[in-house]
C-alpha cells in the first residue's frame, strides 16, 4: 500500500490555469501507474488522466484532451496534474490515485486513494 496526499487545488477563474500534485509514500518500491479522478457534486467518480510507471505511456478522458496533461517525476515520488483553460465544469474534488495496473484506475478501482484536492472554476 502507499498513501498518497494531493495538493494544489483552489479557485480560479475560466480560462485559468491549475497544476495538482500528488505526492507518494509508503510502499514505493513498486512499480505503480498513477491517475486523477474526480467527483462533482451530485455525481460519480470519473477517470480523468492517468500515466504508466515509466511515464512512457499517458491516458486521458475526452473531455480533458489538449488541455490537461499528467506527468510524474519518480526520483521525487510526485505525480502532477497541469491543467490548463479551465471551464467551469471542471469544479470537482480531483483525486490522486495509485495502481498496478492503469486500467484499474481507469475503472475507478485503484489500490490506493488520495483524500481529495478541491477545484473550483468560475465563470
Known amino acids: 500500500q502507499v498513501q498518497l496526499v494531493e495538493s494544489g487545488g483552489g479557485l480560479v477563474q475560466a480560462g485559468g490555469s491549475l497544476r495538482l500534485s500528488c505526492v507518494v509514500s509508503?510502499?514505493?518500491?513498486?512499480?505503480?501507474?498513477m491517475g486523477w479522478c474526480r467527483q462533482a457534486p451530485g455525481k460519480e467518480r470519473e477517470f480523468v488522466a492517468a500515466?504508466?510507471?515509466?511515464?512512457?505511456?499517458?491516458y486521458y478522458t475526452d473531455s480533458v484532451k489538449g488541455r490537461f496533461t499528467i506527468s510524474r517525476d519518480n526520483a521525487k515520488n510526485t505525480v502532477y496534474l497541469q491543467m490548463n483553460s479551465l471551464k467551469p465544469e471542471d469544479t470537482a474534488v480531483y483525486y490522486c490515485?495509485?495502481?498496478?495496473?492503469?486500467?484499474?484506475?481507469?475503472?475507478?478501482?485503484?489500490?490506493?486513494w488520495g483524500q481529495g484536492t478541491q477545484v473550483t472554476v468560475s465563470s
Open positions: 490515485a495509485a495502481a498496478i495496473y492503469v486500467s484499474s484506475i481507469r475503472t475507478g478501482e485503484p489500490t490506493s
Open positions: 509508503g510502499r514505493t518500491s513498486v512499480n505503480y501507474a
Open positions: 500515466i504508466n510507471w515509466t511515464g512512457g505511456s499517458t
